[in-house]
């Protein structure tokens, strides 16, 4: 049976076996068997350049490839792994989609995007989002020797804590009008997307259709995998220490 698998949001941290734990019995137990695997951002907690090569991410790159050997690998930008370049990915057997992606997902056209940029009433953090996507914030960042991009990444990850506390659970939630302009500017009645840490499949119009938003959970407290079939669309959660 064909069937193609989803994941995201992952935050994968050397401080957090379990959640690397059970990413790795997934990879090896069921990713093989899969036609593709897409991870749509946001798969390490923080991550400061490819230059920072650990026992950890080298680990995690080394499974990937391993998965790769018997099905492709797509790999798309989080909000906090957005400087993964290409070394790493090599090293993972992962090809890079850009931030928007239209696959045939066995004959439907499916939108897939990590979310965040869906995201609009969080006003703050688009603007961060704009620059940390631009030329010249990235180049700066990992021109800096890497104890300094460590304690950035470090400050960074606390702020974000405590700003987040302060905001109103729909602002950190897409933006329903940019959710419709997306799929229409990509011509789709269906959208995939990671982010917001809301695991649901959605029924919405666009264009006078129906349509569906599905959005991948994190893996804070299991692994969420959402896994499409000609068939079927299910969200499936694999509790750890399994």
């Excluded at 790795?24 to 090569?53: C, H, M, P, T």
């Excluded at 090293?91 to 995007?113: C, I, N, R």
């Excluded at 506390?165 to 799929?183: H, S």
Aim: charged share 25%.
């Amino acid at each position: 049976m064909s069937f193609t698998y989803f994941i995201a949001d992952l935050h994968l941290s050397a401080d957090r076996p379990d959640i690397t734990e059970c990413l790795l019995n997934f990879l090896s137990r069921d990713a093989k068997q899969a036609d593709a695997l897409y991870v749509l951002g946001d798969l390490f907690e923080v991550w400061i350049g490819d230059d920072d090569i650990t026992p950890f991410n080298t680990a995690i790159a080394a499974a990937f490839h391993e998965v790769s050997q018997h099905c492709p690998v797509y790999f798309m930008h989080g909000n906090r792994d957005f400087a993964i370049r290409e070394a790493w990915l090599k090293k993972a057997g992962m090809s890079l989609l850009k931030e928007q992606t239209v696959v045939d997902l066995y004959g439907t056209p499916t939108l897939l995007t990590h979310g965040d940029e869906l995201c609009t009433r969080d006003v703050a953090y688009q603007k961060f989002r704009k620059k940390s996507r631009g030329w010249w914030w990235p180049r700066l960042m990992l021109a800096l020797p890497l104890w300094y991009r460590r304690r950035v990444a470090e400050n960074g990850r606390k702020e974000s804590k405590e700003k987040q506390k302060g905001l109103k659970p729909e602002i950190m939630d897409v933006t329903p009008l940019e959710v419709e302009k997306a799929m229409q500017r990509h011509g789709v009645q269906r959208l995939i997307h990671g982010h917001t840490h809301r695991p649901n499949i959605h029924s919405l119009t666009v264009n006078g259709k129906p349509a569906t938003r599905i959005v991948l959970g994190d893996w804070y407290d299991q692994g969420s995998i959402l896994k499409v079939s000609p068939k079927e669309v299910m969200l499936q959660h694999n509790k750890f220490n399994q």
